[in-house]
């Protein structure tokens, strides 16, 4: 018998990502799908998106997909870095009549409790004990908070108000890279964000993920907070493959 297998999007400010998933081992199976992401990124558009990665497999069964948006039943209530008219738009619904599915075959959810899903069944087995917390660095900063393994959803922690700012607006790999920050001065502003956030929610772990937790040997030592922070263990594909197993499973904020 072959392995278990699920199907994951994952929907960005830039890119829209999908491939089936080997939901035993948590890898893509075979190469992903990624197409721009259209502009302006009204769900109508996306949605469109969606169907041709999806029709560019020979894929029946159960389809997860990832938003970077706040997803209570299937509908986005906050819309970062996508069009603002995802804002009460049914996802869920959108996307299963786009790819002719059946609306209990399709689960939506924010991308980084994605992430977040994905790390702590695949990645490192102490991860699924106590507070848990996945910080995502990349355009934002998102998060996914788990109790012993089980997901909080919809935490929106990079929204934290730091010194008077949206911190995401400070320290996302974004602010690294748009205001030239070397890595000592992008970690000192991690470092009092993670301190604000361990301040308020007292977390076991915090788990850094996003595109920069590559390069986590630069920065991570520069951090200066009293929880221990580890590299996520799966990079890039998180998303996908997080939204894949929330489908499989089901589940759906
Ligand atoms: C959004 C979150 C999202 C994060 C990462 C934030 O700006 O509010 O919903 O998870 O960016 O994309």
Not at 106 to 112: F, G, K, M, P, S
Request: hydrophobic letters at 45%; glycine letters at 12%; a negative charge.
């Amino acid at each position: 018998m072959g392995a278990a297998r699920g199907f994951g999007v994952d929907i960005g400010g830039s890119g829209i990502k999908g491939c089936p998933v080997d939901l035993d081992a948590g890898k893509l199976v075979g190469e992903r799908i990624r197409v721009p992401t259209p502009q302006p990124s009204t769900p109508e558009a996306v949605a469109d998106v969606v169907a041709e990665i999806v029709r560019g497999f020979d894929w029946t069964g159960p389809v997860g997909v990832t938003l970077p948006a706040v997803i209570k039943r299937g509908v986005a209530h906050s819309a970062a870095n996508i069009d603002k008219s995802w804002i009460g738009t049914d996802a869920a619904a959108l996307f299963a009549t786009r790819l002719g599915l059946p609306l209990d075959q399709v689960t939506v959810l924010n991308d980084a409790d994605a992430a977040g899903v994905a790390e702590i069944r695949y990645g490192r087995p102490d991860d699924q004990t106590g507070v848990v917390v996945l910080l995502t660095f990349g355009t934002g900063i998102g998060s996914a908070l788990f109790l012993d393994g089980r997901l909080v959803p919809n935490t929106e922690f990079g929204h934290l108000e730091i010194d008077g700012h949206d911190a995401e607006t400070r320290a996302a790999a974004s602010a690294k890279e748009d205001e030239d920050l070397s890595w000592d001065q992008w970690a000192k502003r991690v470092t009092r964000y993670i301190s604000g956030l361990e301040d308020l929610i007292w977390p076991d772990l915090v788990i850094a993920g996003g595109g920069v937790s590559k390069k986590a040997d630069k920065w991570l030592p520069l951090l200066e907070v009293r929880t221990k922070v580890v590299a996520a263990e799966l990079r890039n594909d998180a998303g996908i493959v997080g939204a894949a197993l929330a489908a499989s499973r089901g589940e759906g904020p």
